[in-house]
């Protein structure tokens, strides 16, 4: 459909690894995965790094299956 999905990384870098939160069009999201169905409807998907591992993505109902 020509639908534009951008993923950014604020604070990448050498040391900066970890993920420590996520949005995706704005709102919080918490998955370690992402949907095909969210990508093909295009969008922004944000990550925020750090240097040390953090709980995001790390719930049980956020993993994939």
């Known amino acids: 459909g020509g639908k534009t999905f951008t993923v950014t990384a604020r604070n990448n870098s050498d040391t900066n ?3 420590q939160k996520a949005t995706l069009n704005g709102k919080p999201y918490t998955k370690s995965y992402i949907d095909f169905a969210d990508i093909v409807k295009g969008g922004q998907l944000q990550l925020v790094m750090g240097s040390k591992p953090s709980k ?3 719930k049980k109902a956020d993993r994939p299956l």
């Open 56 to 58: 995001w993505g790390t």
């Open 17 to 19: 690894i970890y993920v």
